[in-house]
């Protein structure tokens, strides 16, 4: 496979054409944001880690009925994919209160949500990704409502499936960010990443943050976090 010319370079993702029709490679970066790209590092190892953390779960979701655009691991850092039209949506979904949940409506982190909590933000960095409803989906034609429908269901599982399998490795998931896609032959299949930069895992025991947050909140061994996710999941760092 080839790589042709560079489509799109997102903060922590370049995404490139290939001669190969509906296919995309993605490399992941080492450069790490936050805060709507007001603060600014790296972390060492990060892209290769963050690639096989999320080819190994898309794997285990696709396995489990979750229609994805993951194709075929090229390399560390590279993945083939289907290529898609990103569905400009951040899908968040939380078990346990934390980061702006907490902040918002004056939770403490960790408490436990009686029921799990579906966010949608519109993906517009210009306008800090707002947050926004069904009724805004719908009126801004973001998503049809058959789409929306659709990214619900497999959110919510992909929230069971995920908690499951990470309980069996000590890993409590939080919450999470997915995006969706559609292929050009009109498929919705969940797309971008699932990773320690995209997720929050706190040590089921410890309760020690094993995700970015230690990036943005400045908590130190970031590095050693996101190896420590990475030996839990495919036996390697
Ligand atoms: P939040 O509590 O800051 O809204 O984050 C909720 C989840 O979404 C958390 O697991 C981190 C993830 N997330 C992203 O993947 N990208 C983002 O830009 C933000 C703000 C959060
Ligand atoms: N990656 C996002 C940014 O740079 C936010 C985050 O993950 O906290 O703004």
């Known amino acids: 496979m080839q790589k042709l010319s560079m489509l799109y370079e997102g903060k922590a993702k370049r995404v490139y054409e290939t001669d190969i029709k509906g296919v995309y490679i993605v490399s992941y970066k080492d450069d790490a944001t936050a805060f709507n790209g007001k603060k600014r590092g790296s972390i060492s190892g990060k892209g290769a880690i963050n690639n096989q953390i999320t080819n190994h779960l898309m794997q285990l979701l696709a396995k489990e009925g979750i229609p994805t655009h993951f194709v075929q691991q090229l390399s560390e850092t590279e993945t083939a994919v289907k290529a898609v039209r990103i569905i400009p949506l951040e899908v968040i979904v939380r078990s346990i209160a934390a980061g702006s949940l907490s902040q918002r409506l004056g939770l403490e982190e960790g408490t436990r949500l009686a029921s799990t909590v579906l966010e949608f933000c519109y993906k517009r960095d210009d306008l800090g990704d707002p947050l926004v409803n069904s009724s805004h989906i719908k009126a801004l034609g973001l998503a049809t409502e058959e789409e929306l429908e659709l990214i619900k269901r497999y ?26 896609g559609v292929t050009e032959d009109g498929m919705l299949v969940l797309a971008d990443e699932i990773s320690p930069d995209t997720c929050r895992f706190w040590d089921v025991k410890t309760g020690r943050k094993l995700d970015k947050d230690r990036f943005r909140r400045d908590l130190g061994d970031v590095e050693e976090a996101y190896h420590e996710v990475m030996q839990r999941l495919l036996g390697r760092s």
Request: glycine fraction near 4%; charge should be negative; aromatic fraction near 12%.
């Open 155 to 180: 959110s919510l599982a992909v929230n069971d499936i995920l908690s499951d399998y990470l309980a069996k490795v000590g890993i409590a998931l939080i919450d999470f960010k997915l995006e969706f």
